[in-house]
């Protein structure tokens, strides 16, 4: 007889709403299992602390524990935690993927039937957004302005640059490394290959920031030449074929200017599948995705390294809504959905994925998703986990 599979995953509960939807994601991600596997495997959660609980049960705001622990298993799942705007402490998210050197933040974007959207056919979505989580802008190297160092920096940019700025200017740096590039552009083609997904397209700013953005851009190239010379090709040399229909074992690969990207994955997002670009450029991105297929609501997410994976709602905390069981808990779900693809149980996941969309098939959905649709019924945060058990597959 054999000894059923366990796997220990630890959760954070998350601010504001987060432990709405968690209590209405646990169970989903239970029953999923279950129904799939039956006693042969099952998930154990333990409760690590990050954020407002975290800072009020031991003065931490992200205790080292809790770092120790997703260390120890590999995984978590996680709720949403405040970040004060324009003063406080910075953005725990953040600091987690620096700590535990969560390079990718993974953000698949897909359609579910029956989901209210803006576009005429949300149906065409289908992307994979790979953002680079370490660097650009968020690594957080900044200074105020008025701050001494600011002035130093400031008298050391018009020695060297001949460039004036007021002296009330604040400064940030935008560090873009060739190490950090190639290693999310790998991960991307090797999700593309994997998948049997088309092209993987760099999106970047390069016309204007030509050391950063720009070089993200040449180095995407230069690895793909590198180390997956068989499986791709760029995509000039592709078009001088005709443009003939490529997949796995050989993927076609772009590149985009990024405010020219916005108007492309609205016009035309069926000529694009994956997506490799620095932080910022992949924060704003996937949210504008994001929109066209139903909301943040219905967007999961992934932060993944080489020996960790956190997967987390992509929605903010909602104070205003914190215990009152109404916010659509579809993005943790799905996120939780994710890790059991991430260790495996692609069967488990798949079952999430029809019973959400049964389920809002049905017309039955949270208030964010009700005041789009006629006919709907809405329910709180955790009848909807309700009613997605019951139609699960």
Not at 84 to 111: A, F, M
Request: glycine fraction near 10%; charged fraction near 20%.
């Amino acid at each position: 007889m054999s000894t059923p599979t366990t796997i220990t995953v630890p959760y954070i509960e998350g601010d504001g709403t987060g432990p709405d939807i968690w209590q209405a994601t646990r169970p989903v991600l239970e029953a999923a299992v279950r129904r799939v596997y039956g006693e042969a495997k099952g998930l154990r959660w333990v409760e690590v602390l990050a954020g407002e609980k975290a800072f009020a049960q031991t003065g931490a705001w992200l205790p080292p524990e809790t770092l120790q622990t997703i260390r120890q298993y590999g995984l978590a799942l996680k709720g949403p935690l405040t970040t004060p705007v324009g003063q406080g402490i910075r953005s725990l998210n953040v600091q987690l993927r620096q700590e535990l050197d969560l390079y990718v933040c993974l953000r698949p974007v897909r359609y579910f039937q029956g989901v209210p959207s803006p576009m005429r056919r949300p149906e065409l979505v289908d992307m994979v957004v790979f953002r680079e989580n370490t660097e650009d802008v968020y690594a957080g190297i900044e200074w105020p302005a008025s701050a001494p160092e600011t002035w130093e920096l400031l008298r050391w940019i018009e020695e060297k640059t001949g460039k004036h700025l007021e002296p009330d200017t604040a400064i940030g740096i935008k560090p873009m490394s060739r190490e950090g590039t190639r290693r999310l552009v790998r991960r991307a083609i090797q999700y593309a290959l994997s998948r049997g997904k088309s092209s993987v397209t760099l999106v970047h700013k390069g016309n204007i920031m030509k050391y950063t953005e720009g070089a993200f851009r040449l180095w995407g190239y230069e690895l793909a030449r590198e180390e997956f010379p068989s499986e791709t090709i760029p995509e000039s040399e592709w078009q001088q074929t005709g443009g003939a229909p490529v997949g796995a074992p050989r993927i076609v690969i772009k590149d985009r200017i990024a405010d020219m990207m916005f108007q492309q994955v609205l016009l035309r997002p069926e000529e694009y599948s994956v997506i490799a670009t620095p932080n910022l450029n992949g924060d704003y991105l996937s949210d504008a995705l994001a929109a066209q297929v139903g909301g943040l609501g219905m967007a999961p997410g992934a932060n993944i390294g080489d020996t960790c994976a956190v997967f987390e709602a992509t929605h903010g905390s909602a104070p205003q809504y914190a215990g009152q069981d109404k916010v659509n808990p579809g993005s943790l779900i799905l996120s939780g959905a994710l890790l059991l693809e991430h260790i495996g149980w692609t069967a488990a996941a798949a079952c999430i994925y029809e019973g959400l969309e049964r389920t809002i098939s049905q017309g039955i959905v949270t208030y964010d998703l009700a005041r789009q649709m006629s006919g709907a019924r809405e329910v709180t945060c955790s009848g909807f986990g309700k009613a997605l058990i019951e139609h699960l597959p």
